[in-house]
Each structure stands twice: as structure tokens, then as C-alpha cells.
């Protein structure tokens, strides 16, 4: 208990500031757990809201009364050609031609020299952008660069960036033509991206069980240090992938510490109140500043 008591030092009753708080912590634990969500790309502009979605998609807003681009990305569309109208305007907005983001590029370099690793619900392209090592990274919600069959029928993805911008360029009325819409090379039904949903989940190729293995390795190998399970911009849409692990893993191990990066304050299972930190500040500025 000494070690957890140690940690608490810093953070109950202390004069630091948040980003030296964080800075300590992550300096002091023997592995970091990072687990990040889509309030992490909203903190560095890639917003699924505002100007970015209404500059990108007016006549699918006009049409459908979309809210957000997230939503709009669920939407169980009237067929296959406005279904790719949508996504491939999407997939390279959020994907092929989504630039560096500099929260991003941050939180690599806090991680110079340490011992951790990423699960990540976003689908982006930001730590690609961002040259993380991404052997370090388990991307478990899929990709916006990456197709899978849309009946699920053989566990493979499929991309095809040249495609994608081809029928952006030749979308008309909200529809690419017939003849763009990519096939199944297995059962011939549509492509979609590859991303889970509710019904049939989402196709999980090798290299998808490749990270998963990578990441649940660290896991087993890092079980009982002084861990860090660093959650960064997490909500409570898919709780079950980085929340509630976390928090089940610092409940487990009474060396580890829980830290939540939220300007929204979620629920903490009392039994590791004590071994949970809040960070409530803005993530980008906390995360730029360490990394200077």
C-alpha cells in the first residue's frame, strides 16, 4: 500500500497544477494503459459537429435533418449509391486527408522512453498521422480506411483509397453511379466500412486479432506494477471497451491509478474512488503543455 499512498500524495490536497499532477503521475508509474476516445479528436478540431460536419455534407443535413457527423455515419440509408456518397466524403474527411493533430503528436512524445500502450475507440486516422509506433496501438472499433462485407461473410477487410476519392469526384444528387458501389469479392454483396455496429458487430481480420493479442499481452505482463490506466476523452457510448475495463483492472490492483481526462464528470465506482484521479481541463492544452 505504500506505493498507492505515495500517488495519492500527489493529488489529494495538493498546490500542483493538473498538467504537473499528470506529468508526475505518468512519470512515476511502471506501465501506462491509455484508452482513448472521441473526446480526444474533438479536443484537437476533429469535430463530429459544427462547421467541419456542415461544410462537409449541407445536402445530406438538408435532406435528413442530421445533427452531427457520427449520427449521419449510422444512418441506415435508401441504397447503396447515397450510402457511399456519404461515406466516401466522410472516409476522406476523417481519414485519407485528415491532418496532424497536434494532441496527438503531444501525447507521443510524453510517451518517449515509456513503458505503454493505446486501446482506442476512434477510427481515425490520428495516430497514423500522428507516427505513433502502431504496435502500440489496438484499434478496437475498426478503421474509416478499411471495407468489410456487409453480410459479414468471411472475416477479411478491404481498401481502396483511389476508389474513394473517385467517387467523391463523381457523386452527383447524393449518389455515386451504379457501377463505383464495391463489391464482395466472396458473396457479392455491398462493402461497407469497417466499423462495429449493434446487430452484427464488425469484421475482425488478422491483423485486427494481431493488436488485440499485442494489447492483452501487455496487459498480462504489466498486471501487477504500479500501472497508470490513463483514460483520455472516453464517454459512456461504448463504456464496455475502456471505462469499465479500466476501472475493473484498478478495482484489481492496488498499486494502480485510474485518471479520468473529462470536462464531463462521469460516474466512479466507489470502490476506487480512492485510487482516482480527475483531470477536468481542457485535454489539448494539458497534453501540449507536458509534452513541451
Not at 458501389?181 to 469484421?203: F, Q, T
Request: charged share 25%; proline share 3%.
Amino acid at each position: 500500500m505504500q506505493q498507492l499512498n505515495h500517488w495519492q500524495t500527489l493529488t489529494m490536497g495538493s498546490s500542483l497544477t493538473q498538467d504537473k499532477v499528470l506529468n508526475q503521475l505518468i512519470d512515476e508509474a511502471e506501465a501506462i494503459v491509455i484508452g482513448i476516445g472521441a473526446g480526444m479528436s474533438a479536443a484537437t478540431g476533429f469535430t463530429y459537429v459544427g462547421k467541419r460536419f456542415t461544410d462537409a455534407f449541407p445536402d445530406f443535413i438538408a435532406k435528413y435533418r442530421f445533427l452531427d457527423m457520427l449520427q449521419a455515419s449510422l444512418f441506415d440509408f435508401e441504397d447503396e449509391q447515397e450510402y457511399w456518397a456519404f461515406q466516401s466524403r466522410f472516409s476522406l474527411l476523417n481519414f485519407f486527408d485528415q491532418p496532424v493533430g497536434q494532441a496527438y503528436v503531444d501525447l507521443r512524445r510524453m510517451m518517449t522512453d515509456k513503458n505503454y500502450h493505446v486501446i482506442t475507440t476512434n477510427a481515425d486516422n490520428a495516430f497514423y498521422a500522428a507516427e505513433f509506433d502502431m504496435d502500440k496501438v489496438f484499434r478496437i472499433q475498426g478503421e474509416y480506411g478499411l471495407w468489410q462485407c456487409s453480410e459479414h461473410c468471411h472475416q477479411q477487410t478491404y481498401h481502396d483509397e483511389a476508389l474513394i476519392r473517385q467517387m467523391v469526384r463523381e457523386q452527383s444528387d447524393m449518389k455515386i453511379p451504379a457501377n463505383l458501389v464495391p463489391r464482395c469479392p466472396k458473396c457479392g454483396a455491398s462493402l461497407e466500412v469497417n466499423k462495429r455496429n449493434e446487430e452484427k458487430g464488425m469484421v475482425e481480420d488478422g491483423h485486427f486479432h494481431e493488436q488485440k493479442e499485442r494489447y492483452e499481452q501487455f496487459l498480462k505482463e504489466n498486471k501487477d506494477k504500479k500501472v497508470l490506466f490513463l483514460e483520455i476523452g472516453v464517454g459512456h457510448t461504448t463504456p464496455q471497451f475502456i471505462k469499465h475495463p479500466f476501472q475493473q483492472m484498478t478495482e484489481g490492483n492496488e498499486k494502480a491509478l485510474f485518471v479520468t481526462m473529462n470536462q464531463k464528470d462521469y460516474f466512479i465506482p466507489h470502490a476506487i474512488r480512492p485510487q482516482t484521479v480527475r483531470i477536468d481541463e481542457d485535454i489539448a492544452e494539458v497534453l501540449h503543455t507536458i509534452s513541451k
